[in-house]
């Protein structure tokens, strides 16, 4: 995704069931906000727990974990390089 301003805005459609928009209508009034600035809480809390668990994943796969120790090394080894330090 590029560099967009964080103001800008995307206008959409949604349709849901009468009583989750209800259900929606008082939570978002229990915490005094309007029912677009409560969806828009909820989803970014989703879309945060998914890229925790993304990357939670990824640590615990054990073939991305060794890519991601191989790229260590690497770029250890070139710093180490770049900076005239001989390997241990």
């Known amino acids: ?19 989750m928009y209800d259900r929606i209508e008082v939570a978002a ?8 600035a409560f969806i828009n809480m909820k989803l970014d809390e989703i879309l945060k727990q998914d890229e925790a668990n993304n990357s939670l994943r990824v640590l615990t ?6 890519a991601i120790m191989a790229q260590m090394n690497l770029n250890a080894e070139e710093t180490s390089q770049e900076t005239g330090e001989e390997k241990a």
Request: positive net charge; charged residues 30%.
């Open 61 to 66: 796969d054990p073939v991305a974990m060794q």
């Open 1 to 19: 995704m590029g560099a967009k301003n964080e103001n800008e805005m995307k206008r959409f459609n949604i349709r849901m069931p009468q009583d």
């Open 29 to 36: 009034h229990k915490r005094g906000v309007a029912v677009s």
